[in-house]
């Protein structure tokens, strides 16, 4: 099968959720056979520099970058306001990239369009008039949803109608475009109810975010042994992850620290915020990006995941579970996995709820490295690469008779 990859960043290297999310279906669709053609928007957050890469993956991919500056601009946000468009969709559309789209489809002949999030949708248009093949959607998230949570804990009351109405149009958006695609491949079950609820002919199947477990060692040393070291590990200029962390250290941690004063907790990630850094958080330690994510995970023992504002399913707690990490989490941050309470991760809402889990972890080593264990049972049986890439070109070739 010739498939033809959009991505609204580079999916190489796979630095955050989003990139590893496009990255591991690329590998699973080569190892599989298939052959693969990466065209993607180079941003000024993440440039694609093909000199850096891999040359296999380059020769395999043949992947391709279209510089456009999808930057926040609040005039240009302001005008989309006025004329009704979602900027939010709008700044990734290009000029330059629609030209290479239409000369490539021009050029070569493909099977199948996959579209990488619904940042990509707005070159449907050119596809269509381009090519016959069907366009799946590749949904990473309900993107209205995350913008409705956001706008629902919204503080600021000049921000918050914005918000809102950032969110009907996008969920007006996303909805819309569900009728201008042959095909959805949801990165959750939750998500793919929330497309069939509405009613739609286009056939939608549930395409969770899958990894090698061969590269995510196991941590050698018994772990039930130690008094576990608590860690976040995300983008902080992800808005969900940044207010998910401003709570656990306002509201939870000085709770774990009256309880237990020796407790630690390591919070990193990409763009942390200044005053985090320099700011005085006792029994913490904070840095911004780590060279390794595996790394980092494999130095410290329990996940902690508070998150009321995301959608979609989070990469980084599956990366913890197939390294055996117990994880805490909110509900939401748990969304799109097949998670027992318990088992093999631990659900928590409240401030206290989350405070008295961690406290005991902290108390229990052993349990919480069984349920470690137990996660990596998980991800070895459900988030596999292999059985995930079968079960996605199972979908395509049903299309593919349609």
Not at 82 to 109: G, V
């Amino acid at each position: 099968m010739r498939i033809l990859q959009l991505c609204s960043k580079p999916p190489y290297p796979p630095i955050d959720g989003g990139s590893k999310a496009m990255h591991n279906l690329t590998r699973g669709l080569l190892r599989a056979g298939h052959s693969v053609k990466v065209l993607c928007i180079s941003t000024p957050k993440q440039p694609l520099v093909p000199a850096d890469l891999p040359k296999d993956y380059v020769r395999d991919t043949r992947i391709e970058g279209i510089f456009v500056d999808t930057s926040i601009n609040v005039v240009d946000a302001f005008t989309d306001l006025l004329t009704a468009d979602n900027y939010n969709i709008s700044r990734f559309f290009s000029p330059d990239m629609d030209i290479r789209l239409i000369r490539l489809l021009s050029e070569e002949a493909f099977d199948l369009v996959q579209v990488e999030s619904l940042f990509m949708t707005p070159y449907i248009a050119t596809i269509r008039r381009y090519t016959r093949a069907p366009i799946v959607l590749r949904s990473h998230n309900l993107e209205y949803m995350i913008q409705d949570r956001i706008a629902k804990g919204e503080r600021n009351p000049i921000k918050r109608p914005y918000r809102r109405y950032l969110a009907k149009q996008l969920k007006e958006y996303e909805l819309a475009v569900l009728d201008r695609v042959d095909g959805v491949a949801a990165i959750s079950p939750a998500d793919a109810e929330h497309y069939t609820a509405h009613g739609t002919r286009t056939p939608v199947t549930t395409i969770p975010f899958g990894v090698d477990p061969e590269e995510y060692p196991i941590d050698e040393m018994p772990s039930g042994r130690r008094k576990p070291v608590f860690f976040h590990l995300g983008s902080m200029d992800w808005l969900p992850n940044e207010e998910g962390i401003r709570w656990l250290l306002q509201n939870v941690w000085p709770k774990v620290l009256r309880k237990r004063p020796e407790a630690r907790l390591h919070l990193a990630g990409n763009k942390m915020p200044k005053d985090l850094l320099e700011g005085d958080h006792p029994g913490t330690v904070i840095k911004g990006r780590v060279k390794s994510a595996v790394g980092y995970l494999r130095e410290r023992q329990v996940m902690v995941v508070p998150l009321f504002s995301a959608g979609g399913m989070r990469v980084k707690i599956i990366e913890g579970m197939a390294m055996g990490k117990a994880v805490i989490s909110t509900a939401i941050g748990a969304e799109g996995i097949a998670h027992t309470d318990g088992k093999d991760i631990v659900l928590a809402e409240s401030a206290t709820e989350f405070a008295d889990a961690i406290i005991a972890l902290h108390d229990d080593p052993q349990r919480a490295a069984d349920i470690g264990k137990h996660a990596r049972t998980l991800v070895e049986r459900r988030y596999s690469d292999k059985p995930i890439v079968q079960q996605l070109t199972a979908f395509y070739k049903q299309l593919l008779k349609r």
